[in-house]
């Protein structure tokens, strides 16, 4: 029923060619189909057909009685071109080959399309973060790519990487964020519902080249990838030539060209070399981590093969809500292939070199340690040594004031890269006791940046247990050797 109607659909597209004058019903179908509601999709099928059953009884005619709705479109096709004058008869022509049979709809179409089907993923969509995260309010420019629907639409239409204007009325990711027919003809392989499988454009590589994750995961990395962070200056007057105050307006900070692991830079407050909560696609592939020189680093791992979603929609299990639209981990479906649970040992093992390498940095106070104190929850942040100005911060008490950055960022409308304003905010520094005094080494900076790389990361090496440790260890390893 559902292709006939789809039929319907179509042929009524051609004769709206033909008589544009009649089209609130078909903008009315169009709408329920891209507002995802399958409901009222049916119900304006319904109207739509009633109300065109007139123009389009012969057309039915012709669906029940040839079935080929090739031929139907051709016709109405044809039917629409301007007739010149009629010329003589000419003989008829061979018989034609028969059609190939159409696709049954309990074969194509309804393989989705089905009440039961609907509802069940969107049961198992209610218990994602997609639905019941919060940030969809993080509708800025900067953030309403990854975190709104919308966003993300504007983002795959334009090819940018930032929307040109903020986007206050956006809503949270849904079903069809990640979902569209990508064509008309309806060919049906779970590629072919996907919003978006195309290679992409890593914000780490400053949107320059496309890096293939393989189609589902293409979906997921436009989002979990390394989110652009505000500005940092670099000074280096070991290489040739010099570097002097030069900015970055995007990632990558790291590697720096050139740079050395014991050459020096400026952090200044208020910028981050950070790279937010998202960066699950980088880890996965072994890769974007600061690396030291002369180090090993190993990229792929036993579960390389695997997509997100072969983890994250696996198997759904009622009796926890984990796997299939819920894209939580079915974690009772790895250990029965495991045989034991291969999870938490990792997870533990990473957390301990997480916090080994931020005692080590908070020990040369490069990283502020601070305790909450109801919770007792324990965090690291960077210190910065310059101020805005380019002035090292001493470590002894100074009336002297000192800037702070408020950003007053824009978008390049022709790169849609962001371009970082700033403007000055004055304060006093009432931190000097925790102040480095000094500027940061590379492999210093290096190693807060794979601190921040993995602590954000949320899996704690899951994703790529053998990187991961790689990462830690290297970094542990040069800061304590140097
Ligand atoms: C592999 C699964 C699958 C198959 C097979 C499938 N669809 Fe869909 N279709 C979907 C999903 C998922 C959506 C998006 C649902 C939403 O956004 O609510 C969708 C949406 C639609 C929409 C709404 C418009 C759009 O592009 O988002 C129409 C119309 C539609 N399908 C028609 C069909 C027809 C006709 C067929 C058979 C010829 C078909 N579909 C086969 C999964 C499928
Ligand atoms: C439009 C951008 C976008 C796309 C596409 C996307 N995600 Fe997300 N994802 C997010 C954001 C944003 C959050 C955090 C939501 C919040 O906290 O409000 C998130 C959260 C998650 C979480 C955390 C779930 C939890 O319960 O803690 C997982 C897992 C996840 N996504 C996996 C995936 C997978 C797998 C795909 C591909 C099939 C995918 N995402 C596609 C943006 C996206
Ligand atoms: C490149 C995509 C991307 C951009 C751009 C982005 N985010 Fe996110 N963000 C994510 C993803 C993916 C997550 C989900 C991590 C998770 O919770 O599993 C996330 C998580 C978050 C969280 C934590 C959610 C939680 O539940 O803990 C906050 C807060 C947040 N983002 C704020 C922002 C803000 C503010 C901006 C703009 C300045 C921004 N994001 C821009 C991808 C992005
Ligand atoms: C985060 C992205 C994302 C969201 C949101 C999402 N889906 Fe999906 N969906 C996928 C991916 C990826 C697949 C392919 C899964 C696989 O690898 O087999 C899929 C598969 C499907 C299929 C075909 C497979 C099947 O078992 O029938 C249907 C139908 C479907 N989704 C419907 C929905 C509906 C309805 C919603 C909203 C309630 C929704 N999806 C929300 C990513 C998403
Ligand atoms: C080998 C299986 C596996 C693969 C492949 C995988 N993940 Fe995960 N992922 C996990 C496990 C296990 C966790 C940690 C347990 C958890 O938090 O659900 C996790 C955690 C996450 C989180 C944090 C969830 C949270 O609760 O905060 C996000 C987001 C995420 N994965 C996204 C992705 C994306 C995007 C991809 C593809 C680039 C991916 N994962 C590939 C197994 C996998
Ligand atoms: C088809 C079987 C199979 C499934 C399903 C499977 N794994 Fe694995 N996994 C393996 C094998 C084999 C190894 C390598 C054996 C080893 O390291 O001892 C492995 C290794 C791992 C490791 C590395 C363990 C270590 O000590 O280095 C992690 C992490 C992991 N799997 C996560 C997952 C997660 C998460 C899932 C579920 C979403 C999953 N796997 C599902 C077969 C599987």
């Known amino acids: 029923?559902?292709?006939?109607?789809?039929?319907?659909?179509?042929?009524?597209?051609?004769?709206?060619?033909?008589?544009?004058?009649?089209?609130?019903?078909?903008?009315?179908?169009?709408?329920?189909?891209?507002?995802?509601?399958?409901?009222?999709?049916?119900?304006?099928?319904?109207?739509?057909?009633?109300?065109?059953?007139?123009?389009?009884?012969?057309?039915?005619?012709?669906?029940?009685?040839?079935?080929?709705?090739?031929?139907?479109?051709?016709?109405?096709?044809?039917?629409?071109?301007?007739?010149?004058?009629?010329?003589?008869?000419g003989a008829q022509g061979p018989k034609g080959q028969d059609g190939t049979n159409g696709k049954d709809a309990n074969s194509s179409c309804l393989v989705c399309h089905t009440t039961t089907n609907f509802d069940t993923k969107l049961a198992e969509y209610k218990f994602s973060k997609h639905f019941k995260g919060t940030t969809s309010s993080r509708n800025t420019k900067f953030c309403t790519r990854c975190h709104t629907h919308e966003?993300?639409?504007?983002?795959?239409?334009?090819?940018?990487?930032?929307?040109?204007?903020?986007?206050?009325?956006?809503?949270?990711?849904?079903?069809?964020?990640?979902?569209?027919?990508?064509?008309?003809?309806?060919?049906?392989?779970?590629?072919?519902?996907?919003?978006?499988?195309?290679?992409?454009?890593?914000?780490?590589?400053?949107?320059?080249?496309?890096?293939?994750?393989?189609?589902?995961?293409?979906?997921?990395?436009?989002?979990?990838?390394?989110?652009?962070?505000?500005?940092?200056?670099?000074?280096?007057?070991?290489?040739?030539?010099?570097?002097?105050?030069?900015s970055f307006d995007q990632l990558p900070y790291f590697p720096f060209a050139n740079a050395s692991d014991n050459d020096t830079v400026q952090y200044r407050v208020g910028r981050s070399f950070s790279v937010h909560d998202g960066n699950q696609s980088n880890l996965f592939a072994g890769i974007n981590a600061y690396e030291y020189k002369g180090k090993t680093y190993t990229r792929t791992w036993k579960h390389s093969e695997f997509s997100c979603t072969d983890c994250h929609m696996n198997t759904y299990n009622p009796a926890d809500s984990t796997g299939g639209h819920t894209l939580k981990v079915n974690e009772a479906a790895c250990t029965a292939c495991h045989g034991s649970d291969k999870i938490s040992p990792i997870r533990a093992l990473i957390d301990a070199k997480r916090v080994e390498l931020a005692e080590l940095l908070t020990a040369r106070k490069v990283f502020?340690?601070?305790?909450?104190?109801?919770?007792?929850?324990?965090?690291?942040?960077?210190?910065?040594?310059?101020?805005?100005?380019?002035?090292?911060?001493?470590?002894?008490?100074?009336?002297?004031?000192?800037?702070?950055?408020?950003?007053?960022?824009?978008?390049?409308?022709?790169?849609?890269?962001?371009?970082?304003?700033?403007?000055?905010?004055?304060?006093?520094?009432?931190?000097?006791?925790?102040?480095?005094?000094?500027?940061?080494?590379?492999?210093?900076?290096?190693?807060?940046?794979?601190?921040?790389?993995?602590?954000?990361?949320?899996?704690?090496?899951?994703?790529?247990p053998t990187y991961a440790l790689q990462v830690l260890q290297n970094s542990i390893d040069w800061v304590t050797a140097n």
Not at 6 to 34: A, E, G
Request: hydrophobic fraction near 35%.
């Open 368 to 464: 502020k340690k601070t305790v909450n104190a109801t919770t007792g929850a324990v965090s690291y942040s960077a210190q910065p040594t310059h101020d805005f100005n380019g002035k090292l911060y001493g470590t002894a008490t100074s009336s002297e004031l000192y800037a702070t950055n408020v950003t007053n960022n824009t978008v390049s409308p022709t790169t849609g890269l962001v371009v970082y304003g700033i403007m000055l905010k004055y304060a006093k520094d009432s931190d000097f006791a925790n102040r480095i005094g000094r500027v940061w080494k590379y492999g210093e900076m290096g190693a807060a940046y794979n601190y921040a790389y993995i602590n954000s990361e949320l899996s704690l090496g899951v994703h790529n």
């Open 1 to 89: 029923m559902i292709y006939i109607n789809m039929s319907l659909i179509y042929v009524s597209y051609n004769i709206n060619k033909c008589h544009p004058q009649d089209n609130s019903l078909l903008y009315k179908l169009i709408y329920f189909c891209s507002s995802n509601n399958l409901h009222k999709l049916s119900a304006a099928l319904t109207e739509f057909i009633n109300k065109k059953s007139k123009s389009m009884k012969s057309l039915q005619k012709l669906f029940f009685t040839a079935g080929m709705m090739i031929t139907a479109g051709c016709l109405i096709l044809s039917s629409c071109t301007k007739d010149g004058p009629q010329g003589p008869e």
């Open 151 to 246: 966003g993300f639409q504007w983002v795959l239409g334009s090819g940018l990487f930032t929307p040109a204007n903020d986007m206050p009325a956006a809503n949270r990711i849904n079903c069809s964020t990640c979902h569209a027919h990508s064509g008309f003809n309806f060919v049906d392989t779970i590629a072919d519902i996907l919003s978006t499988t195309s290679p992409v454009y890593l914000n780490y590589n400053k949107n320059l080249t496309a890096t293939d994750f393989g189609q589902i995961n293409n979906l997921c990395v436009t989002c979990h990838q390394i989110r652009g962070a505000t500005a940092l200056v670099y000074s280096d007057t070991t290489l040739t030539p010099d570097v002097l105050n030069k």
